[in-house]
């Protein structure tokens, strides 16, 4: 049950694409296509914007995407805008009802 | 309208015990896989438990293993946790969250309660 590493912090001017990665095991990321993306805002309740690696709820702009590869799932926001700046944390299945965290990302926008 | 409300945090002193609950609507609550997922003060993300569909199925964190349950009773549309031997470590808003496909998709979340261990 070790978390996924994420970098503590990433940053990108406005209208910049800044990428964030999730590095797992065999055992989560890279065991399943179920990794997750959360925002999370100060004082707020953290909000999905990736699920199953790729796909984004209704209502999460464009400019955010997510890819994996091996045993590392990326999250790409682009086009930055001041209201992005928040925490991003990673999740991925690790079966049998279980998920793993990453001890999440501060990112700020220039 | 989905919603997620918990109750019950509060103080408590180390080697004490508290129940959350969580009241959930707008969804068929039977349905769908739940969790609950803590946050310490200015930490990350914590998973903590979870519960399949029918409550036959549940799941603990090795943190909380042994010392919380989880449960369900879905013809009150409501989720618990019984967390005992509390320890400093335990203080934390503690979220109740749904899973939308038994995936880790976590689609709603409460507003969460909190928890303060402390003497």
């Known amino acids: 049950q070790s978390a996924l590493t994420q970098p503590p912090s990433a940053s990108g001017s406005p209208g910049q694409s800044v990428t964030i990665s999730c590095t797992g095991t065999?055992?989560?990321?890279?065991?399943?296509?179920?990794v997750s993306w959360y925002q999370q805002h100060p004082g707020k309740v953290p909000k999905v914007m990736i699920y199953?690696?790729?796909k984004r709820p209704s209502g999460v702009p464009d400019r955010f995407s997510g890819s994996k590869s091996g045993n590392t799932a990326s999250l790409t926001v682009s086009g930055l805008q001041a209201e992005d700046e928040a925490d991003y944390y990673c999740?991925?299945?690790?079966?049998?009802?279980?998920?793993?965290f990453g001890g999440g990302t501060k990112l700020t926008v220039l | 309208e989905v919603q997620l409300v918990e109750s019950g945090g509060g103080l408590v002193q180390p080697g004490g015990s508290l129940r959350l609950s969580c009241s959930a609507s707008?969804?068929?609550?039977?349905?769908?896989?739940m969790h609950w997922v803590r946050q310490a003060p200015g930490k990350g993300l914590e998973y903590v438990s979870a519960?399949?569909?029918?409550?036959?199925?549940?799941y603990y964190a090795d943190s909380v293993k042994g010392r919380f349950t989880i449960s369900r009773d879905n013809s009150k549309n409501t989720l618990s946790l019984q967390m005992s031997s509390l320890r400093a470590e335990d203080t934390a808003v503690y979220y109740c969250?749904?899973?939308?496909?038994?995936?880790?998709?976590?689609?709603?979340w409460g507003q969460g309660t909190l928890v303060t261990v402390s003497s």
């Open positions: 999740s991925s299945y690790a079966g049998s009802n279980t998920v793993v």
């Open positions: 707008g969804f068929t609550f039977s349905s769908y896989a």
């Open positions: 519960i399949s569909s029918n409550g036959g199925s549940t």
């Open positions: 199953e690696v790729n």
């Open positions: 065999s055992s989560d990321v890279g065991g399943y296509n179920y």
């Open positions: 969250v749904k899973d939308q496909a038994v995936t880790g998709y976590f689609d709603y």
